[in-house]
């Protein structure tokens, strides 16, 4: 199951329209937490690292891709990046600056790459995804911690088990409305 590849060479052509958004830096958690609060939404950190090899191979070949078919962002997540090794100050859950090292450490998210999901309180909602180890496959854990997310926060949203099959329902939704 090339999944990844499938991604990359399928084009990045949504069925709303090219979207060339690239996977975000996490610069806001105060703003992000109200944005979820408001939507139900999970958010989804992945914690990484300037000279991590894995961490650069997990953002360009499956949450790139994702974030640029538009469809996930703010749909079905909220997804963010933020370095374990960056001491630019954000403002944090309650407003309060705070170090992205700082609060990658205080998570126990400094082995990389370490994805968490966490609702806007800043409780973690998913299994934790720690390493790689198949990138092949990553796609359909992140879809499956998403659809234990929504059931913990109380949102009735599921999608499918791969990006593939998602994509597939939203090509059927948009042909039948």
């Known amino acids: ?11 990045i052509q949504s069925v709303h329209g090219e979207n060339n958004t690239a996977f975000k830096e996490l610069n806001d958690l105060q703003q992000l937490a ?4 408001r939507t139900g939404l999970p958010i989804m950190l992945m914690f990484g690292a300037e ?11 499956v949450f790139n891709p994702l974030a640029m078919r538009g469809n996930y962002d703010g749909k079905v997540v909220l997804m963010r990046h933020g370095g374990v090794d960056e001491q630019e100050r954000i403002p944090g859950l309650d ?4 170090k992205k090292s700082q609060w990658a450490y205080k998570l ?3 082995l990389t790459p370490t994805v968490i999901f966490i609702d806007g309180r800043g409780k973690e909602v998913a299994p934790r995804i720690v390493g790689i180890a198949n990138i092949h496959m990553y796609a359909g ?3 499956r911690n998403l659809n234990i997310a929504y059931e913990k926060m109380g949102n009735p949203l599921r ?7 998602y994509e597939k329902q939203l090509q059927k939704q948009l042909l039948n409305p």
Request: aromatic letters at 4%; charged letters at 20%.
């Open 141 to 143: 854990v992140i879809h």
């Open 51 to 61: 000279w991590c090899e894995f961490c650069q191979q997990l953002v360009e070949e």
């Open 1 to 11: 199951m090339m999944l990844c590849a499938s991604l990359l060479l399928g084009g």
């Open 95 to 98: 407003g309060e600056p705070i």
């Open 108 to 110: 126990n998210a400094d």
């Open 34 to 37: 109200e944005r979820s609060n």
């Open 159 to 165: 999608i499918p088990a791969t990006p593939e099959l």
